[in-house]
């Protein structure tokens, strides 16, 4: 058998132990956690829980900075269609294939000991021993699955009980992210099913993939990224990462210089997860420097300084600074 590459190994060892790499963000009393991937060739996330049978959600397409996956040793990356996630379930908790069968139908999700959702087409997958199956974003059986306690794996052999403790919130945060990227790569991606049956509403894009991205097509293909390019913070308050992108610290390929620097001063490029989906684009400002500047709310602001005749009038100094910050409404500078 041919050994797992990178990332997929990874998903199918939490496959198998039940176990799932859990993000900082991650609350410590969930079952189901969510991790994410993305080293430049190509991104996925996975949905599964931290202990008990293996079965895990997952999407994964071309990373947003378009590195190659020869670059990246990635020659095995999880690939899905928009607006789908792959279902992984391990060979342990419903059974191997029978005589070479690598093909079946007799694997259902049963919710509250009576709705069941037959898996189709359930398909083996030699490699990581385990079986799998696309299903819609929107399927019913993930809908039923996040609005009860817990659900049933049942085949031919007999079953194996799940608990649904934060699979709802987490189906929520794995669609918000793999729309956010696959949007990134210019594909479309239909709201996912939420615990009430419905479509959930879009969420908003993933601030970082959103700078990352942005970054590669300023520099017409993969960019490097030096300390200090993208820099987490917390502006809006609404738990989601905001970014602020310094192109003082991208380098595009063949070149010493960033794509948007002046003489003594860059472009820095706020990624505002509230503000994003209604303006589709950061607020942007040239600057010499930037920084975070704690608020007494508890959120972040930018302080971008700056050279201006003002600043030696009121400062005695050459430069100065302008802190911008979140209103609740809007993003802007400090009067």
Known sequence: MRRAGGRRAAVAA???????????????????????????????????????????????????????????????????????????????????????????????????????????????????????IDLPAGDPSLAAIAAAPGFELRHRGGRAAL???????????????????????????????????????????AMRQMAVAETARGCRGPATLRPGAITPAQIDGDGVEDVILNWAAVRCPGSALSPFCGMSQCLVSIYVSALYPLRGKPV???????????????????????????????YGTDSCEQIWYWTGADFVPLR
Do not use: H
């Open 14 to 132: 939490m496959i198998l132990l039940g176990l799932a790499a859990v993000s900082a963000a991650q609350p410590a009393d969930q079952d189901w956690t969510v991790s994410q991937f993305d080293d430049g060739s190509y991104f996925s996330a996975t949905l599964a829980p931290m202990g008990g049978p293996g079965m895990a959600l997952v999407c994964g397409e071309r990373s947003p900075r378009g590195l190659s996956g020869l670059a990246t040793g990635n020659m095995e990356p999880d690939i899905t269609p928009a607006g789908a996630f792959r279902v992984y379930i391990s060979d342990r908790t419903i059974g191997p294939p029978r005589q070479e069968a690598e093909q079946r139908d007799d694997v259902m999700i049963v919710v509250g000991g009576q709705t069941g959702f037959r898996l189709r087409g359930l398909r083996w997958n030699e490699l990581f021993s385990t079986w799998q």
């Open 284 to 314: 942007s400002v040239y600057a010499p420097s930037m920084r975070l500047q704690p608020l007494t709310n508890g959120n972040d602001g930018v302080a971008l300084s700056a050279r201006l005749p003002v600043c030696r009038n009121l």
């Open 163 to 205: 608990s649904s403790q934060g699979f709802g919130a987490g189906l929520s945060r794995l669609a918000g992210y793999c729309q956010s990227m696959f949007a990134a790569i210019g594909k479309p991606w239909p709201g996912a099913a939420t615990a009430g049956g419905g479509a959930m509403p879009a969420p908003r894009p």
